[in-house]
């Protein structure tokens, strides 16, 4: 807020999701939309309350004008971090974005804030990669989003027909060994569901005998 203003109205620490409270030192107007702590650590006036709405403000953290991100799916709230950048030699910075389930902890949730990293919420206690993708859009401006998880976040986005196009690279190389990982892998807490097609669109031969296969998805969703 631009500046403080004058006021003899009671001040509190307590405070419930949709209160909506005025902070003189700052001056700032508080939104609370999450209940992680028993009380806040400042005296507030209370201004008022919201019955609706607040919880989409729980839905959505952080910041729309990065050139680069890195998107982590993390549902269970796992992910340790110092800071809301991520470098890695020879690559420019990005910011971090993680995408949550509303059952993620409020903690955790927190504690990203804390650390500067973005996230956003795609299901309830399950990933909605349509509605990640959608919010990625949205909130990030990202419409292009390359899926480079293991065989079950590749199979997730697939399965709920988030994916439009499959990049595949061979190397001829073979090692038999049984433990190899896949490109797709179904969880088995994961519903049964119908095989997906592809059509090939493109072969690309590559430095070392290696080929690219690129394929679009023929029952998309």
């Known amino acids: 807020m631009p500046g403080s203003f004058s006021s003899v109205e009671a001040t509190t620490r307590e405070y419930e999701i949709g209160d909506f409270d005025y902070w003189n030192a700052g001056p700032d ?22 019955e609706t ?43 971090v974005i993680e995408v949550l389930t509303e059952h993620t902890a409020p903690a955790y949730r927190a504690y990203l804030r804390k650390c500067g990293v973005s996230y956003i919420l795609a299901g309830s206690e399950v990933l909605d990669s349509n509605l990640a993708a959608k919010k990625l859009y949205q909130l990030f401006g990202i419409d292009i989003l390359l899926i480079c998880g293991g065989g079950t976040i ?13 990049s595949l690279l061979i190397a001829p190389i073979a090692d038999g060994n049984p433990d190899s990982v896949t490109v797709f892998e179904k969880l088995d807490s994961m519903p049964e569901c119908m095989p997906v097609e592809f059509q090939l669109k493109n072969i690309e031969k590559l430095k070392g005998n290696g080929v690219r296969l690129v394929y679009t998805v023929n029952n998309k969703g």
Not at 40 to 46: L, Q, T
Not at 154 to 166: H, I, R, S
């Open 154 to 166: 590749n199979w997730t986005f697939l399965q709920q027909g988030a994916v439009d196009e499959l």
């Open 29 to 50: 107007l508080a939104i609370f939309y999450d209940d992680i702590y028993e009380q806040i650590i400042v005296e507030v006036i209370p201004l008022g309350h919201a």
């Open 53 to 95: 709405g607040a919880e989409t403000m729980a839905n959505e953290s952080g910041k729309s004008n990065a050139p680069l991100y890195y998107v982590f799916i993390d549902t269970q709230g796992e992910i340790g971090w110092e800071s809301g950048t991520f470098r890695k030699a020879g690559r420019p910075d990005a910011h």
